[in-house]
């Protein structure tokens, strides 16, 4: 696995052994940062369920000026920190559930422009859940977008509460939805 573009352009990153995490191919993120590739400059960055941290060191990269992982499992833990040493990005690591992360953030008062998750895909449609509690707690710019990366096999993209679907993307087994805060929330 390697860093597609940016000031890392290049580097090779290590990815947590085991079956525990997925880190997303080199051809998804490619075509994820050139869908946000606008957005991408001076943004404020949220990565859940980071894994190796791969999309979140290609966003500090391409220039997000904030970036949050949030990864809880040990073994993909130890190799997020480490890959993030070796890649010189000054991140915060919330090793904690992404559950317990929203919260956090929440009551520090955190807003993000671009969210990133890539929860397992076994989930299936409980993989939105952070969405509506990200929606509810504000966590999420008005005019931010909340990405989700899934399974084609597990999970068809709906609307969640508080996040309106308006594109998604397929790429072999894996797709990507994109989300904008409701207009119910934009008040």
């Known amino acids: 696995m390697r ?9 090779k990153l290590a990815a947590p052994r085991g079956m525990s995490t ?12 050139n869908i ?25 990269g391409r220039g997000a000026e904030k970036v ?14 480490n890959n993030i040493r070796l890649a010189g990005v000054d ?3 919330m090793a904690t559930s992404v559950a317990r992360s929203i919260d956090i953030l929440a009551d520090e008062g955190a807003c993000f422009d671009l969210i990133f998750s890539d929860p397992p895909y076994r989930e299936g449609a409980a993989a939105l859940k952070p969405a509506a509690r990200i929606a509810q707690k504000n ?18 993209p709906v609307s969640a509460d508080g996040l309106d679907l308006f594109d998604h993307r397929r790429y072999g087994d894996t797709g990507l939805a994109f989300y904008r805060p409701s207009a119910v929330y934009k008040m």
């Open 139 to 156: 966590l999420l710019h008005e005019d931010g977008l909340f990405i989700l990366e899934f399974g084609i096999s597990h999970f068809q």
């Open 3 to 11: 860093v597609i573009s940016g000031r890392n352009k290049g580097r």
């Open 22 to 33: 997925r880190p997303t191919s080199d051809r998804v993120r490619e075509a994820l940062f």
């Open 68 to 81: 949050v992982f949030v990864e809880n499992n040990r073994s993909a833990l130890s190799v997020l920190r």
């Open 91 to 93: 991140a915060r690591v």
């Open 36 to 60: 946000i590739a606008t957005q991408i400059n001076g943004s404020s960055f949220l990565d859940l369920y980071a894994g190796s941290g791969a999309v979140g060191i290609e966003a500090e």
